[in-house]
């Protein structure tokens, strides 16, 4: 249902690493019950079963998810443009070519060199982009009480995934540059297949090797739980034969589940927030959602369109990195698209396409996340289990987002749309919700 996100970094670094590498029972609402529906108490009402929902959060919880969720706005906008800061830096300071010179010394194999100057470089650009990293993970997270980490916890996390950085992004702009310097013309498209292999790769290998260097995961402890969701699993034709939960209350108080990896790498994992914080129909909905992005393939329709962003990065990068490069490129010792030391230029108008293309990336998510929540309502029956859990979500995700803010700045739907869609589904499947109650709500 969420994923867990990492430290934060500068738009710089994630220009380099996202694009190679590219995570109580509740109560029942008033008037809300099937069976007070169907006895004839009342008619159901979609809109009003959804603000009786949105009622049970006190103004004081909803201006907090607000102001928490509005501020992420400013953030993008302020990693953006440190990022272009940190770019500007390196190559006008002359640091890139420095470093480019310094591994051109030491060594005389071409992908070495560029192997040494993308660690050097991926260090120096998180040890630049420290302070934002620091307020935005740590500070900000405990300010919103979302975070259970202590400053050394976090700190680790942090290193772990400059180490994961430094190995994958490292291997992945070796193979950038190959492609770079053996096709300069059209290294762009090649770039494309080449980065989009290189994510179902890390999509492959991550629930394996990389996930558990942040947490332990262990099989589910809850023997019927378990089965109800292999059960789940097996209906839906997700050939996982275990399941497992994972410590993530180590860092956040979030709910998360996920169907993760694909082949023989494939998993299907609850953190611990969501089993101690959640009933068991919310589970089921959660469970359902998550497999729903498996059987309606929007893993590889995930893959396909970021081929296509990535594609469309590379031709304005292909378009603009020699224009830009002519006026600056003697200053900053930059040779060509095909030299490292011209990297933080290429990342920086990669940053450009991403940030411009913001909203078109966020629709595409939350059209597969619309996708995932009916399937997960089809395939559990827990509309209430569903408009549970988007409160939940609303902890730290603001609920009634206007149109144009959901459009731009939401990768899921807003917290109000998706428990209508649980409501408005609830009201055409009255009937057969109330003949398998076993028996009515208290």
């Known amino acids: 249902m969420t994923r867990r996100r990492p430290a934060p970094r500068a738009v710089f670094f994630l220009a380099i690493f996202l694009l190679f590498v590219i995570p109580l029972p509740a109560q029942s609402p008033p008037d809300a019950s099937p069976t007070a529906a169907s006895a004839g108490v009342a008619p159901f009402d979609p809109e009003a079963a959804t603000e ?98 202590s400053l ?84 839906n034709g997700i050939p996982a034969n275990d399941v497992y939960q994972v410590d993530a209350s180590r860092q956040s108080k979030r709910v998360s589940a996920n169907v993760s990896g694909f082949a023989g790498t494939l998993r299907i994992t609850l953190n611990d927030n969501l089993l101690n914080r959640c009933s068991p129909g919310e589970i089921q909905e959660v469970m359902g959602h998550e497999m729903g992005h498996y059987a309606l393939n929007h893993v590889y329709e995930g893959l396909l369109f970021e081929g296509f962003i990535i594609l469309v990065g590379f031709a304005f990068v292909r378009w603009s990195f020699e224009r830009v490069a002519r006026g600056f490129g003697r200053k900053w010792g930059v040779r060509g698209v095909g030299d490292v030391a011209g990297l933080p230029l290429l990342a920086a108008l990669l940053s450009v396409t991403f940030f411009v293309l913001t909203p078109l990336n966020n629709t595409f998510t939350r059209v597969n996340e619309a996708e995932a929540d009916l399937f997960g309502l089809n395939a559990t029956r827990q509309p209430d289990g569903a408009a549970e859990v988007a409160l939940k979500l609303g902890e730290y995700r603001k609920l009634s987002p206007g149109p144009l803010e959901e459009w731009i700045f939401f990768d899921h739907p807003g917290g109000r749309n998706r428990i209508l869609m649980a409501m408005r589904w609830k009201a055409e499947h009255l009937k057969d919700l109330s003949a398998t109650s076993p028996s009515p709500a208290p």
């Open 52 to 149: 009786a929902y949105l009622a049970r959060l006190s103004p004081e919880q909803r201006a907090r998810s607000d102001a928490y969720f509005e501020g992420g706005y400013w953030l993008q906008l302020w990693d953006f443009l440190i990022g272009l800061g940190i770019a500007w830096l390196l190559l006008g300071t002359g640091l890139s070519a420095g470093i480019r010179n310094r591994v051109e010394r030491w060594t005389r194999h071409r992908w070495l060199q560029t192997l040494l100057y993308s660690g050097a470089t991926i260090l120096l650009v998180t040890l630049l982009s420290f302070p934002m990293s620091l307020y935005e993970g740590f500070f900000r997270e405990h300010r919103y009480q979302l975070s259970n980490q």
């Open 152 to 235: 050394g916890e976090w700190l680790k996390d942090v290193l772990v995934g400059v180490g994961v950085g430094l190995v994958l992004g490292g291997l992945a702009l070796v193979t950038l540059y190959a492609v770079l310097r053996k096709a300069p013309k059209t290294w762009w498209i090649w770039g494309t297949a080449v980065s989009v292999a290189f994510s179902m790769f890390v999509a492959l290998i991550f629930p394996v090797f990389i996930a558990p260097l942040f947490n332990t995961y262990t099989p589910l402890r809850d023997t019927e739980l378990r089965e109800t969701i292999l059960a789940l699993a097996r209906a």
